[in-house]
């Protein structure tokens, strides 16, 4: 059974890039097409058409099962049954001991939900021997922490993760689940949203709070990133969200801040969980990461080629100590690895400086930068887009104008460097005495 494509199809090939079996393409009339045999139907393609030209054949008799899920939820939001929801929960996501920056970041934005809602901010911590991280989730703004602490919950494990947290979930009824949106939390919010019944926003970049009607106001961009879709669940709680990683702004840590500490046992045998980690193999090659970059210097299809994404791009990065990042269009092209990718299906950044050289400013790009402090664009179309997010902006070329910046930039950082040498050495600092 394959995607359908209805006359409603303008042609726009957004679907094209979003179907991982290349099942779609576009016909001698610039229409989208489908090849049965190769479509699964995952629907992958279908939340990216602006038009809502796809669906897949099944969806019509699911959403009517929804509806009527919905009319009695509906119905228990106006018996005031939601209400015994409270309180914002966040998963402290854990590994090896050491908690993941975007639930630090989460609880910064948790905070500020449950104050609007005037409920507690609760961090969901679950592994082994990981009590002493509790300390760090206070500090971070949590009220409560929520602990279970279990041999089997030393790696993750979907089921035997979800199973806790859904338990959890049932047990105390919170209105609100922050999750990051790393590879762990977006396979445990699917499952514990499921098991719940619940609507889940993934991959949102922003959160607000709706007082009137205590609703979890979760923006993400949606149509392939042509619009920003501010999504609600009405009438199911808890409500869900993932969020992606530097996103939200890290709080600022309240040293010795304390709270509650509600601690759960539960009864795991090993030989009763379907899944066994036998082995965890660290990733090989290449570390990028760009998420933890304090400069980035991000290439596109400007650059022209190869040669030029490589000397532009890596020459000024080096010169000022920063990471290379890309557009979609400088990966497609094989000029540099997707790991490199910088927007909506690449990395979301927060570096002190973006440098966007030869980058249009796409949508799907503009998302993944926005929490960069300072973003600087060379490009020689004054109209580009970039221009209107940018903080500096340089309507110029960008093989003239780089390597004008990146002697000067170079020689004034090693002189920097010298400078704090010395000081540091109190050869040339300031004689207080
Ligand atoms: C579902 C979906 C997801 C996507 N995800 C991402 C994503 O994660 N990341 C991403 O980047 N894109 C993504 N895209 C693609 C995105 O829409 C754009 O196509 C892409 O960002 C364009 O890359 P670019 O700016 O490098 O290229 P272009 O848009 O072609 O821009 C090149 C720019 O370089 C300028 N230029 C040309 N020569 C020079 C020169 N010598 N000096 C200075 N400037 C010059 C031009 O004026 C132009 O503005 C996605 C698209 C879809 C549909
Ligand atoms: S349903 Fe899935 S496999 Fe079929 S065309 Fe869409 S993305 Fe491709
Ligand atoms: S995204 Fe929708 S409108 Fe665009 S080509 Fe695909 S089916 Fe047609």
């Given at each position: 059974?394959?995607?359908?494509?209805?006359?409603?199809?303008?042609?726009?090939?957004?679907?094209?890039?979003?179907?991982?079996?290349?099942?779609?393409?576009?016909?001698?009339?610039?229409?989208?097409?489908?090849?049965?045999?190769k479509c699964v139907a995952c629907g992958q393609c279908v939340e990216v058409c602006p038009v809502s030209a796809l669906s897949l054949p099944e969806m019509a008799h699911e959403a009517k099962e929804d509806l009527t899920t919905l009319a009695g939820a509906e119905a228990a939001?106006?018996?005031?049954?939601?209400g015994r929801y409270q309180g914002v929960w966040v998963f402290i996501e854990q590994r090896e001991g050491q908690i993941m920056p975007v639930s630090l970041e989460l609880l910064g934005a948790g905070r500020q939900l449950a104050q609007k809602l005037g409920v507690e901010l609760a961090g969901v911590l679950l592994g082994h021997q990981v009590c002493g991280l509790a300390n760090k989730v206070y500090e971070c703004g949590a009220d409560k922490v929520y602990l279970v602490d279990n041999p089997a919950l030393r790696y993750y494990r979907t089921e035997t993760y979800m199973q806790v947290f859904v338990d959890l979930a049932k047990e105390y009824l919170p209105e609100i689940i922050l999750m990051g949106a790393t590879t762990t939390g977006r396979d445990l919010a699917g499952a514990v949203a499921t098991e719940l019944r619940t609507g889940l926003t993934a991959d949102c970049t922003g959160l607000d709070i709706d007082l009137q009607q205590r609703l979890l106001l979760a923006t993400r961009p949606a149509f392939g990133g042509n619009i920003m879709a501010t999504i609600v669940s009405k009438a199911h709680r808890p409500q869900m969200a993932t969020v992606r990683p530097k996103v939200m702004r890290m709080p600022a840590l309240a040293p010795g801040r304390q709270g509650a500490l509600v601690q759960k046992e539960v009864s795991l045998k090993e030989e009763d969980l379907l899944t066994r980690v036998l082995e965890i193999v660290q990733e090989q090659g290449e570390q990028v990461n760009l998420q933890e970059a304090e400069i980035i210097v991000a290439g596109g299809r400007g650059l022209g080629d190869r040669d030029g994404f490589q000397k532009i791009c890596f020459g000024l990065a080096e010169a000022l100590g920063g990471r290379v990042g890309a557009s979609r269009a400088a990966v497609e092209a094989g000029w540099i690895d997707h790991k490199y990718q910088v927007g909506q299906t690449g990395v979301t950044v927060a570096p002190k400086i973006y440098f966007a050289l030869g980058i249009s400013g796409a949508i799907q790009h503009l998302v993944g930068i926005r929490g960069a402090d300072v973003i600087i664009a060379i490009n020689t179309d004054p109209n580009a887009p970039i221009f209107k997010e940018c903080t500096y902006g340089l309507v110029g070329d960008v093989f003239k104008l780089v390597p004008l910046l990146t002697e000067p930039l170079k020689e004034l950082l090693t002189q920097n460097k010298a400078d704090l040498q010395k000081q540091l050495q109190g050869q040339g600092g300031i004689n207080c005495a």
């Amino acid at each position: 059974m394959a995607v359908r494509v209805s006359s409603a199809c303008i042609g726009c090939q957004a679907c094209i890039p979003a179907c991982p079996y290349e099942a779609l393409y576009i016909n001698e009339e610039g229409l989208c097409q489908v090849i049965e045999e190769k479509c699964v139907a995952c629907g992958q393609c279908v939340e990216v058409c602006p038009v809502s030209a796809l669906s897949l054949p099944e969806m019509a008799h699911e959403a009517k099962e929804d509806l009527t899920t919905l009319a009695g939820a509906e119905a228990a939001v106006l018996s005031g049954d939601l209400g015994r929801y409270q309180g914002v929960w966040v998963f402290i996501e854990q590994r090896e001991g050491q908690i993941m920056p975007v639930s630090l970041e989460l609880l910064g934005a948790g905070r500020q939900l449950a104050q609007k809602l005037g409920v507690e901010l609760a961090g969901v911590l679950l592994g082994h021997q990981v009590c002493g991280l509790a300390n760090k989730v206070y500090e971070c703004g949590a009220d409560k922490v929520y602990l279970v602490d279990n041999p089997a919950l030393r790696y993750y494990r979907t089921e035997t993760y979800m199973q806790v947290f859904v338990d959890l979930a049932k047990e105390y009824l919170p209105e609100i689940i922050l999750m990051g949106a790393t590879t762990t939390g977006r396979d445990l919010a699917g499952a514990v949203a499921t098991e719940l019944r619940t609507g889940l926003t993934a991959d949102c970049t922003g959160l607000d709070i709706d007082l009137q009607q205590r609703l979890l106001l979760a923006t993400r961009p949606a149509f392939g990133g042509n619009i920003m879709a501010t999504i609600v669940s009405k009438a199911h709680r808890p409500q869900m969200a993932t969020v992606r990683p530097k996103v939200m702004r890290m709080p600022a840590l309240a040293p010795g801040r304390q709270g509650a500490l509600v601690q759960k046992e539960v009864s795991l045998k090993e030989e009763d969980l379907l899944t066994r980690v036998l082995e965890i193999v660290q990733e090989q090659g290449e570390q990028v990461n760009l998420q933890e970059a304090e400069i980035i210097v991000a290439g596109g299809r400007g650059l022209g080629d190869r040669d030029g994404f490589q000397k532009i791009c890596f020459g000024l990065a080096e010169a000022l100590g920063g990471r290379v990042g890309a557009s979609r269009a400088a990966v497609e092209a094989g000029w540099i690895d997707h790991k490199y990718q910088v927007g909506q299906t690449g990395v979301t950044v927060a570096p002190k400086i973006y440098f966007a050289l030869g980058i249009s400013g796409a949508i799907q790009h503009l998302v993944g930068i926005r929490g960069a402090d300072v973003i600087i664009a060379i490009n020689t179309d004054p109209n580009a887009p970039i221009f209107k997010e940018c903080t500096y902006g340089l309507v110029g070329d960008v093989f003239k104008l780089v390597p004008l910046l990146t002697e000067p930039l170079k020689e004034l950082l090693t002189q920097n460097k010298a400078d704090l040498q010395k000081q540091l050495q109190g050869q040339g600092g300031i004689n207080c005495a």
